[in-house]
């Protein structure tokens, strides 16, 4: 197969899922096209919550290595790895903590998107 074509259809294994999303979310009124949410149950208590926390961090109100939003107080290395270290997270920086659900679903759109590429490639 011709580099041309190979790339072609990496680009639509990206694209075509992220396209379906977020048609399929501006057509049943999700955020950020309208007020219903993918956000639900622990994706809200735990996600949103440490996103919040994450976007403290990155503007040096908050430390990776302890924190009393745990309760009593302890280190949150353990919490960051697990839930945090994906690079994409880092985009938290252009959203306000009141756009996190907006985030949240970018986030999904955009990882669900590389995932079929990532299985175009396999």
């Known amino acids: 197969m011709h580099k041309?074509?190979?790339?072609?259809?990496?680009?639509?294994?990206?694209?075509i899922p992220m396209l379906l999303l977020i048609g399929f979310f501006a057509l049943r009124g999700y955020v950020p096209f309208g007020h219903k949410t993918i956000v639900q149950g622990d994706a809200y208590r735990q996600y949103i919550?440490?996103?919040?926390?994450?976007?403290?961090?990155?503007?040096?109100?908050?430390?990776?290595?302890?924190?009393?939003?745990?309760?009593?107080?302890?280190?949150?290395?353990?919490?960051?790895?697990?839930y945090l270290a994906s690079p994409f997270n880092l985009l938290v920086v252009f959203f306000q903590k009141s756009q996190l659900i907006s985030f949240y679903t970018l986030l999904v759109i955009l990882k669900l998107g590389l995932a079929s590429l990532t299985m175009y490639i396999y």
């Open 4 to 15: 041309k074509k190979k790339g072609l259809y990496g680009l639509s294994a990206l694209l």
């Open 49 to 82: 919550q440490l996103f919040g926390y994450l976007k403290d961090v990155l503007a040096g109100k908050s430390a990776l290595s302890y924190s009393l939003s745990k309760g009593l107080g302890g280190e949150n290395i353990g919490v960051f790895s697990y």
